[in-house]
């Protein structure tokens, strides 16, 4: 069930392979729990199973993540026959403010950055990534799998593959693409051919993890000082705030985050209430109360 599960996520939805991997994670983790075939699965059974992972110290935005695929995955049981409703219909899912990460702003940015030792053994590699996440706003899944052939550093431009295997133009700064050449002639050697195209190598030629730049990232933050608790994802944030805050278009900045619906940009980047109200008032036409002469 699992299996067809998966090749349902991955072919007929197009999912990333991360969401996959997570949506069957945690259906596995569920039917482990709960010990009995899919079909007699209860509401009450999923209520239980949600009480003893919150109980375990799962958060709100996790528990609702876990409803979200379990829900996913009956309603896909419905359509293959081996279920007759979803019991996740009984279920309430945790109700969740909107959520929105730390910021750091440009001074945190420049300290972090300008706190790599370029000396150090892949200084300059650390830099580059650095830079990257940053100046282009990507996912960390992004920066792990940027590819030498989609970088032009001449024209300016990275090819990034997103969610979905979804590919985006974005802008590269030339700070970025400088950290860039200066981190290829000391880029080790592919391990395997199917390393070649990959920009970040680790010590031993192959794609750094996700888990190596979030570390890269947590261990960067420490020794520039910054106090707050950061990940790759806030550098993301940060820069749409960033652009934002500068009179970037909002339009613009969800393509270059590679956003689907504007609305997630407008939490992201989380514009600054009291700038957008001014605006609003002064250039409205009835902003002034007192009557006009005849």
Avoid at 43 to 72: C, D, F, M, P, W
Avoid at 148 to 169: A, C, M, P, W
């Amino acid at each position: 069930m699992i299996k067809d599960y998966r090749n349902y996520l991955k072919i007929e939805r197009g999912m990333s392979p991360n969401t996959v991997s997570s949506y069957c994670h945690d259906v596995e983790e569920f039917l482990k729990y709960a010990a009995c075939e899919s079909s007699r699965v209860t509401s009450e059974k999923i209520t239980e199973y949600l009480g003893h992972v919150t109980s375990q110290g799962l958060s709100k935005r996790s528990t609702a993540r876990l409803v979200s695929a379990l829900r996913n995955y009956f309603d896909w049981c419905i359509q293959e026959g081996e279920v007759k409703e979803n019991p996740c219909d009984r279920v309430d899912a945790p109700k969740l403010g909107k959520y929105l990460p730390a910021v750091l702003s440009l001074e945190e940015v420049t300290a972090i950055l300008e706190s790599v030792d370029l000396k150090a053994s892949f200084g300059k590699r650390n830099r580059a990534i650095l830079e990257v996440l940053y100046g282009c706003g990507l996912r960390v899944s992004e920066a792990a799998g940027l590819r030498i052939s989609h970088v032009y550093l001449e024209e300016g431009f990275v090819n990034v593959t997103g969610k979905g295997d979804k590919q985006r133009l974005v802008p590269l700064g030339e700070v970025a693409a400088d950290a860039i050449r200066a981190y290829l002639p000391e880029r080790p050697e592919p391990a395997e051919r199917k390393c070649e195209d990959y920009l970040f190598l680790n010590r031993f030629g192959k794609p750094l993890s996700r888990i190596s730049i979030f570390n890269l990232v947590k261990d960067q933050a420490m020794v520039a000082g910054i106090q707050k608790e950061i990940s790759p994802h806030t550098f993301r944030h940060s820069f749409a705030t960033h652009l934002i805050e500068n009179g970037a278009d909002l339009r613009i900045v969800q393509e270059m985050l590679g956003h689907e619906s504007i609305l997630t940009t407008e939490i992201y980047t989380h514009i600054d209430t009291q700038t957008w109200h001014q605006a609003v008032l002064q250039h409205h036409p009835r902003k002034d109360s007192s009557p006009r002469s005849e």
